[in-house]
């Protein structure tokens, strides 16, 4: 295990209840949206998780099981949206941490 902080930003996220193989066809209908921009530089991503909610150990069943898929946006995004939460093609985007630049409208979260 490790430890790490996330880049603060908007991601889009998905969350996907069922097997683990199913996270192939979220991630690719998250990249699939063309009105998103992520932040990427060539096969590097600036955030990019899989979060699993389900313990195994609790629920042994993997069609039961909850993940969260979130892909941080790149920032350029963030100057045209100006709440917390969005949603495109049913997939949510949020921001993450706190506003960055002193003419962001947002509150500080």
Not at 7 to 21: I, K, L, M, T
Not at 51 to 66: G, H, R, S
């Amino acid at each position: 295990m490790f430890t790490a902080t996330l880049p603060g930003g908007q991601y889009a996220v998905e969350v996907h209840e069922g097997h683990p193989d199913g996270l192939i066809a979220v991630t690719g209908r998250i990249l699939a949206d063309e009105s998103l921009r992520f932040d990427r530089a060539g096969d590097g991503w600036g955030a990019r998780l899989a979060t699993f909610f389900t313990d195994p150990e609790v629920e042994p069943d993997p069609a039961k099981w909850t993940t969260e898929v979130a892909i941080r946006l790149a920032d350029r995004v963030r100057a045209y949206m100006p709440y917390e939460l969005y949603c495109w093609h049913g997939i949510n985007v949020r921001r993450a941490g706190r506003p960055e630049s002193p003419g962001d409208p947002r509150p500080a979260a």
